[in-house]
């Protein structure tokens, strides 16, 4: 049987887990070259890797064991570089252009740094470069941190708007015991829904691989993170021949449908936070835009309301001063006033910088209904 929602995923975040970093030349090559193929059929990757600090602590030849903060900090700050080189290397083999991005907690938790983020993925994706995506560990803090590349992924997932997230590690699936103590022990392969039955199947990290800090457990919690946005996620071995094109067989890995369509996620992540002053008034041609689903231009703002910053959240009102959409801006009030009934290029001299032509992207925009429009 094969797995439909593996052949329609249009963009897909790819996580590789620090044992895998670890094994051979042979397994990089192979995840690349599924990515080669992937990306070949149209589909947008974009690659979250573990490893740093295992790389840099062999490099610092840092001892075994537990190591403090500063020495994780210092041992990624190494690692970091090596780790880039590897996937740069590998991908350079295909002609592919890799890119990468740190990231730390704060940037997704806060709203405009995670739109600023999430324009610079798209940016490098729409120009052919795979983005290379670890959290910041040379700067992040015990408080300030992600912990583990699990939820980092899952976080990146929800911020590219991904229809799938890929867990490859040593792990090949979720099994309904621990595979190295129960000899027949039986892998799910399909989990529709994440309930207390399937938590509990979850083990602690690998401890006897040594390196990393996910397990199982870290990766139903990722599941659940990304499910929540409408991206199902999937739990492979990156040992396999093909990791990631074997998913499209349900024999492989297991599969973890979301909670809800991306859709009805996105409509409550935009409407979670509403500016209370912050609106602009479009005319009649850019509301009809709108309810076709298109962008909204600086040339159909009549009028901008209220102050607000880049990234929040505002009122879109139609001719008529009624309510007719929700959408997250890409730019201020203050700018917003500037480019209001601009043509882009016109926007771009007034500004003195360029910057998205859309005053809110489609992707940014919820439609509201009659009782919605009479909040």
């Known amino acids: 049987m094969t797995r439909p929602g593996f052949d329609a995923a249009r963009c897909i975040v790819v996580k590789v887990g620090s044992s895998l970093m670890q094994a051979s030349d042979a397994v990089i090559a192979a995840i690349v070259s599924d990515i080669v193929a992937l990306r070949s059929r149209g589909v947008r990757i974009i690659l979250v890797s573990s490893g740093a600090v295992a790389l840099g602590r062999t490099r610092l030849s840092l001892s075994a064991g537990d190591l403090s903060l500063e020495q994780k900090q210092a041992a990624a700050a190494a690692g970091q570089p090596l780790l880039i080189g590897l996937w740069e290397r590998a991908f350079a083999m295909h002609g592919v252009v890799t890119a990468q991005a740190l990231l730390t907690l704060d940037v997704t938790e806060d709203r405009r740094s995670w739109l600023n983020a999430r324009a610079t993925l798209s940016a490098l994706l729409d120009l052919g470069a795979v983005p290379v995506v670890n959290e910041n560990d040379t700067i992040a803090t015990d ?199 601009c043509r882009s290029d016109e926007a771009e001299i007034r500004l003195g910088y360029r910057r998205s032509s859309a005053l809110i992207h489609a992707d940014d925009i919820v439609r509201t209904g009659p009782a919605e429009a009479a909040r």
């Open 143 to 341: 408080e300030l941190r992600y912990g583990d590349n699990d939820r980092l992924a899952a976080r990146v997932a929800q911020m590219s708007g991904a229809d799938l997230l890929v867990l490859l590690s040593d792990i090949d699936a979720l099994y309904d015991a621990d595979p190295r103590l129960t000899p027949d022990a039986r892998a799910i392969h399909d989990i529709p829904e994440i309930d207390d039955r399937i938590r509990s199947m979850a083990g602690d990290a690998n401890e006897r691989a040594g390196v990393g800090t996910g397990g199982m457990r870290t990766k139903i919690l990722a599941a659940e993170l990304a499910g929540g946005s409408g991206c199902a996620t999937a739990v492979a071995s990156g040992l396999a021949k093909n990791p990631l094109m074997s998913l499209a067989s349900d024999e492989h890995g297991s599969w973890f449908y979301p909670s809800r369509s991306s859709a009805s996620a996105r409509e409550r992540w935009i409407s979670g936070v509403v500016s209370q002053n912050g609106a602009v008034r479009v005319d009649a041609g850019a509301a009809t835009a709108l309810a076709l689903g298109k962008s909204l231009l600086p040339v159909g703002v009549q009028r901008v309301e209220g102050q607000f910053e880049r990234g929040e959240t505002i009122r879109i009102l139609g001719p008529d001063g009624q309510v007719i959409a929700r959408g997250v801006t890409a730019y201020s009030a203050a700018d917003a006033r500037l480019i209001a009934g």
